[in-house]
């Protein structure tokens, strides 16, 4: 099925550990991003990608690695889950032609750091 | 930085009208959106509207846009119980292509 797909749904880990959360599109957009959502902050941008293999930070990068071999994945990851990581990330996509820059969403990723 | 304020949350009856507030301070922004979120789901997003209009209008939804005072606002006619959801406020600056979004406002529709 065509759209945006993330992978886990949900994740508990422990501290210290390495965690991967995937993302994959079906549109070829070329703009990636990952945002975090917490109580009271609302979306956070932590990494954007403008094309395969041109990444870029954004708000709240800080323990977090992204990468970008293929158009239609991001995954995004974790090198030492600590506490504060616990939240619900989000990864959206947004196409070239649209002149109004609207984000798709996936419907999220749920991480729980113990 | 950029920065996107929202009231947290909105209470209202159905068959009220909702209007949910934000205020943004990117003076570059080219695009304002409102999304919608429901439990466990992604974002949705609902309406746009240009930086260089006030209004648009869309079946239950009115959007108002005050340029000078970096207001947005959202107007639902008629709210039902399935309007409850968190919306979320966000901009686009110019030269950007990601948004910036507001904390969001759960709104709760009272049967």
């Known amino acids: 099925d065509a759209g945006i797909t993330q992978s886990p749904r949900y994740k508990i880990t422990e501290t210290g550990r390495q965690v991967t959360l995937m993302c994959h599109q079906t549109w070829s957009h070329s703009y990636m991003f990952w945002y975090r959502q917490d109580l009271g902050h609302g979306l956070r941008l932590i990494y954007y990608?403008?094309?395969?293999?041109?990444?870029d930070k954004g708000e709240v990068p800080d323990g977090y690695v992204v990468s970008r071999s293929k158009t239609e994945n991001f995954p995004l990851t974790l090198e030492s889950a600590t506490r504060s990581q616990t939240s619900v990330y989000f990864c959206?996509?947004?196409?070239?032609?649209?002149?109004?820059?609207?984000?798709?969403f996936g419907e999220g990723s749920r991480l729980t750091v113990l | 930085g950029e920065d996107v304020e929202q009231s947290l949350f909105l209470s209202v009856r159905e068959g009220d009208s909702s209007v949910i507030n934000c205020t943004y301070t990117?003076?570059?922004?080219?695009?304002l959106y409102w999304y919608k979120q429901e439990p466990g789901a992604g974002l949705q997003l609902l309406t746009y509207?240009?930086?260089?209009?006030d209004m648009k209008q869309d079946q239950r939804l009115t959007v108002l846009l005050n340029k000078k005072d970096k207001h947005l606002s959202l107007r639902i006619a008629d709210t039902q119980t399935g309007d409850s959801a968190i919306y979320f406020c966000?901009?686009?600056?110019?030269?950007?292509?990601?948004?910036?979004f507001g904390s969001g406002t759960r709104l709760q529709v009272q049967p």
């Open positions: 990608s403008a094309a395969a293999d041109i990444t």
């Open positions: 959206a996509s947004s196409g070239d032609r649209g002149i109004t820059g609207e984000l798709f």
């Open positions: 509207i240009f930086s260089n209009m």
């Open positions: 990117d003076s570059s922004s080219t695009y």
């Open positions: 966000a901009e686009k600056g110019t030269g950007r292509r990601a948004l910036t």
